[in-house]
């Protein structure tokens, strides 16, 4: 499938088919009270917007009216189901996920950045991977902990602690106003929310209403490992002494596990959303995914994101620079960042995706 091909609109239910403008969005900043007029059938020569060229088929361009200046990546491919934006059908276009090879010349003048003795690798941009394998832990009884992403790291929209909890279990952590989301690497316990327990076990993700707190209990030898993500960012938990009783029983559902069936493909990739709207999440969100031996075409996203490396080991590129990752590093990727995660297991590897503002990990241009 190459650009320019024409492939069946499933969502448009027309009977001509659109054609494949460009295989993914178009990144465009909208100006407040402006007028536009996107290209739903793929033939205008100025995409991504109409030029009248849909004369004579079933398509019609979609007009509206920009309520405030805002960042938003046009579908090119015309494959969307929430047109006139992307949605993310691009990457299952036939012919496959758009890949790189590590290899061209181009990629062969890609510096590699090496790793020092502390916990962050910088890379272009305020891009940077971090290793918690490296990174010196905080104590708070039974919690050691540390920063992996926080606003004087440069974060605009999240922070992201590590932290693992040996016997008897944590202090009492507030959300402290903050949509808080955790994933839980390793060990087994509970969780308390606000007075209400839940058992927790490995590869599980947790939602944490502004208003609550938590506190992990472990009665294991080994330590619960676990990250915790909080929207808007702060550069520090916040610890309470006593836990409050103000479970929000509107939103009852407060976990996610791994699920095959609730995976969305995209070509050989995929993704399994753990915490999003159907917890209460409504800034940050939470997806578990794997990525198959190969190299992602570089790419952007209009999220912030820190993307946690589950197993398996890899490359993360930005523009001019690279560099290794492993399982427990994270990648701190900032909005419009360039970049492209290389797996270089066979069989690939698992990542988690903590991503803010936006709900939907499959979109880039
Ligand atoms: S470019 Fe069409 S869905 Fe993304």
């Keep these: 499938m190459d650009i320019g091909d024409a492939v069946p609109a499933p969502t448009s239910g027309a009977k001509t088919p659109a054609v494949v403008a460009y295989r993914k969005g178009f990144y465009w900043e909208l100006k407040a009270g402006k007028r536009?007029?996107?290209?739903s059938c793929g033939r205008s020569k100025s995409q991504p917007f109409c030029d009248g060229s849909h004369a004579g088929t079933d398509f019609l361009p979609i007009a509206f009216k920009?309520?405030?200046?805002?960042?938003?990546?046009f579908c090119g491919c015309k494959q969307t189901a929430t047109g006139p934006f992307c949605d993310g059908a691009h990457s299952n276009l036939p012919g496959g996920y758009l890949t790189d090879?590590?290899?061209s010349a181009a990629n062969r003048l890609v510096a590699t950045v090496h790793a020092g003795t502390g916990p962050v690798v910088p890379l272009d941009g305020q891009c940077y991977v971090f290793s918690t394998a490296r990174a010196p832990l905080r104590t708070c009884g039974a919690l050691r902990y540390c920063p992996v992403v926080t606003p004087a790291l440069g974060a605009l929209f999240q922070s992201q602690f590590y932290a693992n909890v040996g016997?008897?279990?944590s202090p009492v952590i507030a959300a402290d106003g903050r949509h808080t989301v955790l994933f839980f690497m390793a060990g087994e316990g509970e969780i308390e929310i606000s007075g209400r327990r839940f058992a927790v076990e490995p590869l599980m993700g947790f939602y944490i209403r502004p208003q609550e707190a938590f506190r992990i209990h472990n009665r294991a030898a080994a330590?619960?490992?676990l990250f915790i993500s909080q929207g808007p960012g702060a550069e520090d938990l916040v610890w309470l002494t006593e836990m409050p009783g103000n479970f929000d029983s509107q939103h009852p559902r407060r976990s996610a596990s791994i699920d095959p069936s609730q995976r969305h493909k995209m070509a050989e990739r995929y993704y399994q959303m753990l915490v999003n709207r159907d917890q209460g999440s409504t800034v940050v969100t939470q997806f578990i995914g794997n990525i198959p031996l190969s190299k992602a075409e570089p790419h952007r996203h209009l999220y912030e994101e820190a993307l946690i490396?589950?197993?398996g080991q890899g490359v993360v590129w930005t523009e001019g620079t690279k560099t290794p990752v492993a399982a427990g590093d994270v990648l701190f990727l900032p909005r419009k960042q360039?970049?492209?995660?290389q797996c270089t297991t066979p069989g690939g590897f698992d990542i988690v995706g903590v991503i803010?503002?936006?709900?939907?990990p499959s979109i880039n241009y």
């Design 356 to 360: 803010y503002p936006g709900d939907n």
């Design 36 to 39: 536009y007029l996107w290209c």
């Design 66 to 73: 920009a309520e405030r200046d805002e960042d938003v990546i």
């Design 338 to 341: 360039l970049h492209s995660v």
């Design 101 to 103: 090879d590590p290899n």
């Design 223 to 225: 330590p619960i490992q």
């Design 167 to 169: 016997r008897g279990g």
């Design 309 to 311: 490396f589950l197993n």
